[in-house]
């Protein structure tokens, strides 16, 4: 894409899995890329690899040294860093670190993006948001519910700034092959891993879905079609949805 050549690129959790994917593909396309990690290690080590800067850091507070470290201009903005949570569904502290890092992280970056793209008219937010932002994930309460707020968010930025430059993509992907599918357990042996994707295909999507002007990044095609169900017909989604948590009780989760 000749938009992506030289653009300042910033990728959050950029450490490994999606994140890292990101990174290497824009700066594979020619973009002055930071590379964002709370594990300075792996920040550092990626951005090495591909000729990047590491910013390493918690997301909702690196903007502004990202922007420095790029010459004073953020063309793009990958809020990729997330937080898988299982356990007790109604543990207050799980549901405060998902809404923490999986919404409040995406509001704050664009609270100190948007003043520079609406100045200039151009700026392009990627918010990597899985599947279960449009449908809903078995066994995982505060994931699902903030992955919805993540989407909500995205679909709230474009509608409102989209007429003044601003570019918005939500990446959702079902399974991939990261650790956060690994951590996901059972759950995720029943419902992610066997369509699993790698890392790599996500990247090809987002690409594919920028250059068409997308804003839903849809790796698993199959997944529009599950939302559309979803919308048209809900009481017969949620049996569904319902036989499969029963099946993973039933398999002892």
Same mark, same amino acid.
């Given at each position: ?14 450490g490994g899995g999606i994140g ?13 890329? !930071? ?5 300075? @290690?792996?920040?550092? &080590? ?7 800067? &590491? ?12 922007? #420095? ?18 356990? #007790? ?7 405060? *670190? ?21 100045? *200039? ?17 078995? $066994?995982? &309460? ?22 003044? @430059? ?12 990261? #650790? ?10 029943? !419902? ?12 090809d999507a987002l690409f594919e $879905?920028? &250059?068409?002007? *997308? ?7 199959? !997944?529009?079609e599950y939302y559309k169900a ?21 398999? @002892? *989760?």
């Amino acid at each position: 894409m000749d938009a992506v050549q030289d653009a300042g690129v910033v990728v959050t959790g950029a450490g490994g899995g999606i994140g890292a994917a990101l990174a290497r593909r824009f700066a594979a396309g020619g973009a002055r890329v !930071v590379v964002n990690d709370l594990d300075a @290690g792996k920040a550092k &080590a990626v951005a090495d690899e591909i000729g990047a800067t &590491a910013v390493p850091g918690d997301a909702s507070e690196i903007v502004a040294e990202a922007r #420095d470290a790029l010459g004073g201009a953020i063309d793009v903005y990958c809020a990729n860093a997330g937080v898988g949570c299982g356990g #007790d569904p109604f543990a207050e502290e799980l549901w405060e *670190r998902a809404w923490d890092v999986n919404v409040m992280a995406h509001v704050r970056a664009a609270r100190a993006l948007l003043p520079e793209w609406l100045e *200039r008219g151009s700026g392009r937010f990627v918010s990597t948001v899985s599947a279960a932002g449009l449908l809903t994930m078995i $066994g995982a &309460a505060p994931y699902s519910v903030t992955k919805h707020g993540a989407l909500a968010f995205a679909e709230w930025l474009s509608l409102t700034y989209r007429h003044k @430059g601003v570019k918005v993509h939500a990446i959702c992907p079902q399974g991939v092959r990261t #650790d956060m599918l690994t951590s996901a357990g059972s759950a995720g042996d029943l !419902v992610l891993a066997p369509t699993a994707i790698e890392p790599e295909d996500v990247a090809d999507a987002l690409f594919e $879905g920028m &250059a068409a002007d *997308r804003f839903l990044i849809l790796p698993h095609p199959e !997944v529009g079609e599950y939302y559309k169900a979803r919308a048209a017909e809900p009481d017969r989604w949620l049996t569904g949805m319902n036989h499969l948590q029963q099946k993973w009780e039933g398999a @002892g *989760r």
